[in-house]
């Protein structure tokens, strides 16, 4: 009798596998547009009911451009997307999905301006605000935005882009500033989605700066000058190291700094805003190379959620990360971003990684993405008739665990 009643307690008090969140990717700039395309809208939410999708990550700031009411970043996109009576595609696709049980997240690209080097952050802060290599060299310089010879013949850009400095004075400022407006004017929105919140980097990567070799970014002036200012210390330049892993250490802080300025202010526009930001799933190499010290934004609690990208065709390196995140997720809060858009010519693939993160209590996923999945039946067909039942994200909306 003893034995039932404790496995009976053990049970009710196990989180349920239908409880975990399961997250879908919108972009704005994707083959669907559903700012720009209302056809599309009830498109979204029978596919999202069909995957079982709890939330909506609706990508509405892109390359300094807005898809939304702004007066801080480009408002060209936002002037072609749809209106129904007096309110906007945003407006609409919130309220729509809130009366389906949906949450609604707005998911933004803090540092990378895509290839946008008239964005008009850069406008009102001038080129100092783009980040600059060890060489010197900054990013508007770059071919393309991707290395220039001879670096190129053996490095590549991660994502080649024009990536802003978070420790140049006045990027930060700025950018809370732009996410404050967007949750002022759309106050209903359920969280504020951090992408690209991360330094500029190099493939291969290399393990900090102190080994003098490979290529890291945040070495401007205005940088260099503030770090000696606030430490006493000379920065690493050129072909020197002097400090160099005294520089990582900082430039993780002012990342870490700017994740805690956003949701300082998002909290006090829209309290109870679910904070969560999509980050490199190998651990180590967002910590040294990419300055990202997700765990830690979690820990101290800047973060509600984060989305590891667990991007990988190879079952063993997904199951693999898949446990290692599970490890984690006992005192963190962890959706595994997946790739489904990889698994175009074999859908079963993408599938398969689903359940395998289903089968994890303690983790949330998230789709990769809407449009890819959209455009490729078969892979629309694995995931809306084969995953687990869908998802009940209840009434309330209750903020994402």
Known sequence: MLAAVIAALLVAGAPAAADAPRGLWVLCEGSQRVLERREHLATLFADAEAMGVS???????????????????????YLNTWRMGERDALQVLIA?????????????????LA???EAPILRDLGPDAVSVDAKGRSILSYPEFDLPEPDRSYYRMGTPAVWL??????????LVAT??????RYPELDGLHLDYIRYADVLPYIPGTRFGVGLSFGFGLPSRTRFQSETGLSAPFGSSQRNGSRF??????????LVEAIGNRAREVRPGIAMSAAVIADRERAYLVDYQNWAGWLDRGLLDFAVPMLYTRDPQLLEQGVQAMAGLARTRSLWIGLGSWLFAKEPAGALAQVKSV????????ALFSWDSIRETPALLEALTN???????AGPSRDRPR
């Open 358 to 365: 289903a089968g994890q209590p303690n983790l949330g996923s």
């Open 55 to 77: 939330d909506l990550f609706v990508q509405v700031y892109r390359g300094g451009r807005a898809w939304y009411d702004s007066s801080l970043a480009d408002p060209d996109p």
């Open 115 to 117: 290839k946008n080097p």
């Open 165 to 174: 400095d978070p420790a140049v004075p006045g990027v930060r400022e700025r």
């Open 386 to 392: 084969g995953l687990p039942p869908p998802v009940a």
């Open 248 to 257: 990582d250490d900082w430039r993780r802080e002012k990342l870490a700094e």
């Open 96 to 112: 729509e999905a809130h009366a389906r049980g949906l949450r609604v997240h707005a998911w933004v690209n803090v540092l990378s």
């Open 179 to 184: 996410f404050a407006e967007l949750l002022e």
